[in-house]
């Protein structure tokens, strides 16, 4: 069995990312591991021709994405949260503080796109995938609860 004794949580503060967030929760409380939960802001950038430059983080982004890595809810209360905000690429950053930690697994939420959005949108699920100095465990949400069981349209009355 793989010790895991250090969790890295990636998150963009999405459905898929609070999934994910609660599974990290689970399994650091189930292996006692510490958790560190992080955000990753991207810098405003400017176009100037066709080169893109990079400008000053003003505005308070940081302090903001800390508000709100600050105002998650662990589920299990054992479990002690560190808290980091970044800023820059959030694959490179995310790699890097994999290997700086040095974590023993990362839990991401990703969208799951495919095809034409993966190509235009990019993944930071992917790159991490590629690059991590570690396991990856990678967790979409599950189907809405609306939706209806197999098999149940079945024994719903057909309206002629």
Known sequence: MLPIRAILHPTDFSPPAEYAFRLACSLARDYGARLLVMHVVQPPAAAYGEMFINLPSEGGFKERAQASLRQLLTPAPQVAVET?????????HIVRVAQEMPCDLIVMGTYGRTGLGRLLMGSVAEQVLRKAPCPVL?????????????GAAAQEPVKV
């Open 84 to 92: 980091r905000v970044e800023e820059g690429d959030a694959a490179t």
């Open 138 to 150: 990678t967790v979409k949400t599950p189907l809405p609860e609306t939706a209806s069981a197999p």
